[in-house]
């Protein structure tokens, strides 16, 4: 059973930092998952945030988080994580993990879902 579990939002001030993490357990180090974060904030659709593949090789960043926001795995931990810099009050979502087997930049894309992690940027 595939479980993806987030951790590490909260509250920031504008300008500030946080770090979200992504454990991952039951998915096959045998698979080549892409794995990535997406946000949603309230009355706007779900998007993909960063990716990566499964070996860790980064391979998408939306163009409003490049140069302030890191995804990187540890695969010894099974672990996802996206560094999150110079936050603004437009960061403010609710951010999810996601595994897919087929790479892709929609959510429909994406076949397994961590349960989602409050960001909440002040201004």
Same mark, same amino acid.
């Given at each position: 059973?595939?479980?993806?579990?987030?951790?590490?939002?909260?509250?920031?001030?504008?300008?500030?930092?946080?770090?979200?993490?992504?454990?991952?357990?039951?998915?096959?180090?045998?698979?080549?998952?892409?794995?990535?974060?997406?946000?949603?904030?309230?009355?706007?659709?779900?998007?993909?945030? /960063? =990716?990566? *593949? !499964?070996?860790? +090789?980064?391979?998408? #960043?939306?163009?409003?988080?490049? @140069?302030?926001?890191?995804?990187?795995?540890?695969?010894?931990?099974?672990?996802?994580?996206?560094?999150?810099?110079?936050?603004?009050?437009?960061?403010?979502?609710?951010?999810?993990?996601? /595994? =897919?087997? *087929? !790479?892709?930049? +929609?959510?429909?894309? #994406?076949?397994?879902?961590?349960? @989602?992690?409050?960001?909440?940027?002040?201004?």
């Amino acid at each position: 059973q595939v479980q993806l579990v987030e951790s590490g939002g909260g509250l920031v001030q504008a300008g500030g930092s946080l770090k979200l993490s992504c454990a991952a357990s039951g998915l096959s180090r045998s698979s080549t998952y892409f794995m990535g974060w997406f946000r949603q904030a309230p009355g706007k659709e779900r998007e993909l945030v /960063a =990716a990566v *593949t !499964w070996s860790g +090789v980064t391979i998408y #960043y939306k163009d409003s988080v490049k @140069g302030r926001f890191t995804i990187s795995r540890d695969n010894d931990k099974n672990t996802m994580y996206l560094q999150m810099n110079s936050l603004k009050p437009e960061d403010t979502a609710v951010y999810y993990c996601a /595994a =897919a087997a *087929t !790479w892709g930049i +929609v959510s429909t894309s #994406y076949d397994y879902w961590g349960q @989602g992690t409050q960001v909440t940027v002040s201004s």
